[in-house]
């Protein structure tokens, strides 16, 4: 059986420890860089003509979970499944990014809360008629 998570590139970022990283990724302006690994370049075709791009991401810093996270913006512990924390069961992350640039097989991008050679599993393109839910609403 193939590996499904097999990592497409790595996150080079100013982040260089868990503590240092913000809250979440729409609080990040820093710029980061992907790197994709070589064999991964020609997939890039085109997706300069997108604004901004899904990452999807491991989260290897990550060594356990909890069913029942406090967060910083309420009194009483949540369902992890109904926060961010990067403590998961199965350890992916993800943010919505801005794409500066793209200069061969790297990719500048602003607003990803994401640590030093953190390895990249996709890259999607954002596309606002879909990805955005206009009756979305906010739980918490």
Known sequence: MKNFLNPIGVIHSVFKSRQDCPRQSAFSDKKAEIELFPE???????LESFSHIHVFYLLDKSDSYSLSVQTGWTAEPKGLFSTRTPNRPTPLGYSAVKVNSI??????INGIDAVEGT???DIKPYIPEIDSKKKAKAGC
């Open 103 to 108: 200069n061969g097989k790297r990719i500048e």
């Open 40 to 46: 991964f370049e020609a997939g890039l075709k085109d």
């Open 119 to 121: 390895k990249v599993l």
